[in-house]
């Protein structure tokens, strides 16, 4: 079987759908030596310095095709000239895109990974440019590809809700987390990022883009009202890249009530992070809507305890392995946030059970599944 997989995601900074593709492949590399894979990764910008900087599998079976093409221009022949994705590639049995951006095919089955789609869901959570482009890629998937890959009981049951999707072709394969999450022993490392940061010792780490969904706002208000009614011990650490519609998330941290007691990390690289939440007392990700919510999963594999939110995917990814709250309800994350940093023997059972429930969550499972999922398609 010869597999073309969309790798440009994969090219640094790797973030959510990178991270996806770059620890899928990884993992296929490992597991297949039989089929015949083509990277292909068609970008503009800082084209040679991303390329410098990829991370690709040495296995024989896999090759690499790169062009410095502008993802507007792929984007053009993709949906307004409905040009085959073989003119660009070849001929392949299964072509994979890990974001929702296809082309057409003449002969390969088309397999789209569909994270979320918050966008036809929160509407006011991005800009009026982000959702006609996203709800245009997401029409061209419906029409063009055979499978979807849904990372979440979540995902697929909104695809079918909103575009009433063949259910039959939606395969549910949620994300692994990586190895690298684990407790660290390693004082001096963990240190040394602690001053690299500046962080302090005692504090409650939430991470994700800078963005409406993420929820910062509400969770920026719940840890002030824990702290005037419980502790001041603590700080709030959000560790994450800008995204869209954050203004108010720093206005609300430049306030005198919040300026002492909440910092930002900015963009944190992927090698760091397990540090970082080992240095954490607990991590928040009260995220509004997610299609997996993976920080929870790594913040668990870390052995911390963790306060999500009681809907959606991170309910299902965290079950009964954190604290789940209302995440439109401050009061309830407030009291939520205390409960998990004064309660010495809820925290000793989150941190057992959150790990022992993150080891269920492995990229090999993924791409064992994947590649059941390619079978499948070719068969069919």
Request: proline share 5%; glycine share 4%; hydrophobic share 40%.
């Amino acid at each position: 079987m010869r597999v073309g997989i969309d790798y440009k995601s994969a090219l640094p900074i790797r973030v959510g759908i990178g991270r996806y593709t770059r620890n899928l492949v990884k993992s296929l590399a490992e597991l297949d030596r039989e089929n015949k894979y083509l990277l292909f990764c068609f970008l503009f910008k800082d084209y040679a310095k991303k390329l410098a900087m990829a991370s690709f599998p040495a296995a024989s079976n896999f090759k690499v095709m790169s062009a410095p093409i502008p993802v507007k221009v792929t984007r053009f022949w993709a949906n307004r000239l409905n040009i085959p994705i073989e003119w660009l590639i070849g001929s392949f049995d299964v072509v994979h895109f890990p974001e929702p951006y296809p082309f057409r095919s003449k002969s390969a089955r088309t397999i789209v990974t569909v994270h979320d789609i918050g966008f036809a869901l929160w509407p006011e959570m991005f800009t009026k440019e982000m959702r006609a482009l996203l709800e245009k890629q997401m029409r061209c998937v419906v029409e063009k590809v055979d499978s979807i890959i849904a990372v979440s009981r979540t995902t697929r049951s909104d695809l079918l809700e909103v575009y009433g999707f063949d259910k039959e072709r939606i395969h549910i394969i949620e994300h692994g987390v990586e190895e690298s999450f684990r407790p660290i022993t390693d004082s001096g490392s963990l240190e040394a990022l602690r001053r690299r940061y500046k962080l302090p010792e005692k504090f409650v780490l939430c991470v994700g883009t800078l963005e409406p969904r993420k929820n910062h706002v509400r969770l920026i208000q719940a840890f002030q009202l824990m702290c005037e009614r419980h502790t001041d011990k603590y700080r709030l650490v959000v560790c994450g890249k800008k995204g869209w519609m954050y203004d108010e998330i720093f206005a609300l941290a430049e306030t005198s009530r919040s300026k002492e007691t909440v910092m930002f990390t900015g963009y944190v690289p992927d090698e760091e992070m397990p540090y970082l939440y080992n240095l954490a007392s607990v991590v928040a990700y009260p995220s509004l809507y997610e299609g997996f919510g993976l920080p929870v999963v790594e913040a668990m594999a870390c052995g911390k305890p963790v306060l999500t939110s009681n809907r959606g995917a991170m309910a299902d990814v965290a079950g009964d392995s954190a604290l789940l709250v209302n995440p439109e309800d401050v009061n309830d994350m407030a009291e939520g946030l205390y409960r998990l940093i004064s309660d010495d023997e809820l925290r000793e059972r989150l941190k057992l059970a959150g790990r022992k429930r993150a080891s269920t969550f492995t990229w090999e499972k993924a791409a064992r599944a994947t590649l059941d999922v390619y079978d499948r398609v070719v068969r069919n």
